[in-house]
């Protein structure tokens, strides 16, 4: 979104007419105008005074979301320590629960490799970073993977911003059966690169913190970017994905995700 649809939307989100804000920040109701059709931008000044005005950060008035330092982590980043102090914690509760018979330890050690083995990568998620230059990627594979988990060097995949050729966001519903099936929809970032390789990247639950703004950096470094269900206007405008995209669905809930 272009500065002057954030400035006209910002002002009618919080109910002022042109001639009302240019009363506020002492210009004209030209100058509004003006900077509303894009025939000239706020002087520094202005801007400031508009952030306070809306209660916004300069970023979140101009690009439309915080600013996002980086690298900027999207999804939850395992970390090795974590998985050992996890593992540690399961195995002293089941000798505690096995009341230290031995005759119980047998079963309680083939829940914990169980739990090592299956559960730990059903709790596992993919994340990716996004850096300076390139997007880095940790990928878990399915089955087996306590040994990844525990790696001290994880192997990790990276996407320079250079070698993108496509870039698309997409939102995509799950289809719903029964009336409380409140299983999360598809929403990722999917790349092509220049080399023919796909990647498909969830965004997760906090897209309106960087989104906006990791969309327009995108596009300064030289990458276009789809957006044709316009997903960056609909969280600008502070609306739930969810329910935009499921409205009028069987066994969709109103929700207050973005």
Same mark, same amino acid.
């Given at each position: 979104?272009?500065?002057? =649809?954030? &400035?006209?939307?910002?002002?009618?989100?919080?109910?002022?007419?042109?001639?009302? #804000?240019?009363?506020?920040?002492?210009?004209?109701?030209?100058?509004?105008?003006?900077? =509303?059709?894009?025939?000239?931008?706020?002087?520094?000044?202005?801007?400031?005074?508009?952030?306070? #005005?809306?209660?916004?950060?300069?970023?979140?008035?101009?690009?439309?979301?915080?600013?996002? !330092?980086?690298?900027? @982590? @999207?999804?939850?980043?395992?970390?090795?320590?974590?998985?050992?102090?996890?593992?540690?914690?399961?195995?002293?509760?089941?000798?505690?629960?096995?009341?230290?018979?031995?005759?119980?330890?047998?079963?309680?050690?083939?829940?914990?490799?169980?739990?090592?083995?299956? &559960?730990?990568?059903?709790?596992?998620?993919?994340?990716?970073?996004? =850096?300076?230059?390139? +997007?880095?990627?940790?990928?878990?594979?399915?089955?087996?993977?306590?040994?990844?988990?525990?790696?001290?060097?994880?192997?990790?995949?990276?996407?320079?911003?250079?070698?993108?050729?496509?870039?698309?966001?997409?939102?995509?519903?799950?289809?719903?059966?029964?009336?409380?099936?409140?299983?999360?929809?598809?929403?990722?970032? #999917?790349?092509?690169?220049?080399?023919?390789?796909?990647?498909?990247?969830?965004?997760?639950?906090?897209?309106?913190?960087?989104?906006?703004?990791?969309?327009?950096? &995108?596009?300064?470094?030289?990458?276009? @970017?789809?957006?044709?269900?316009? +997903?960056?206007?609909?969280?600008?405008?502070? =609306?739930? #994905?969810?329910?935009?995209?499921?409205?009028? !669905?069987?066994?969709?809930?109103?929700?207050?995700?973005?």
């Amino acid at each position: 979104m272009r500065l002057q =649809e954030m &400035l006209k939307q910002q002002r009618l989100q919080n109910h002022y007419t042109q001639a009302q #804000l240019a009363q506020k920040l002492f210009v004209s109701t030209q100058a509004v105008s003006k900077w =509303e059709r894009g025939q000239t931008v706020p002087t520094i000044d202005n801007l400031l005074a508009l952030s306070d #005005l809306y209660n916004l950060s300069l970023d979140e008035l101009v690009q439309g979301s915080p600013f996002f !330092k980086k690298p900027y @982590v @999207v999804g939850h980043r395992y970390r090795r320590s974590h998985v050992l102090a996890l593992m540690a914690g399961w195995l002293l509760l089941s000798i505690l629960l096995s009341g230290f018979d031995f005759k119980n330890w047998s079963i309680l050690t083939m829940v914990l490799i169980f739990a090592a083995g299956y &559960l730990l990568p059903i709790l596992t998620k993919d994340y990716w970073i996004i =850096e300076q230059d390139r +997007i880095v990627v940790r990928h878990y594979a399915h089955g087996w993977i306590f040994k990844k988990l525990l790696e001290k060097d994880p192997h990790l995949k990276t996407i320079p911003y250079q070698t993108m050729a496509q870039v698309t966001i997409k939102y995509q519903t799950r289809e719903r059966i029964r009336p409380f099936d409140f299983g999360s929809d598809s929403f990722k970032l #999917l790349i092509v690169t220049t080399s023919g390789q796909h990647w498909a990247l969830d965004f997760g639950s906090q897209v309106r913190d960087f989104l906006p703004q990791f969309v327009t950096y &995108l596009q300064r470094q030289g990458v276009s @970017v789809n957006d044709d269900d316009h +997903i960056v206007d609909l969280l600008l405008r502070g =609306e739930s #994905l969810y329910n935009h995209f499921n409205a009028g !669905k069987v066994g969709a809930t109103k929700s207050s995700r973005g």
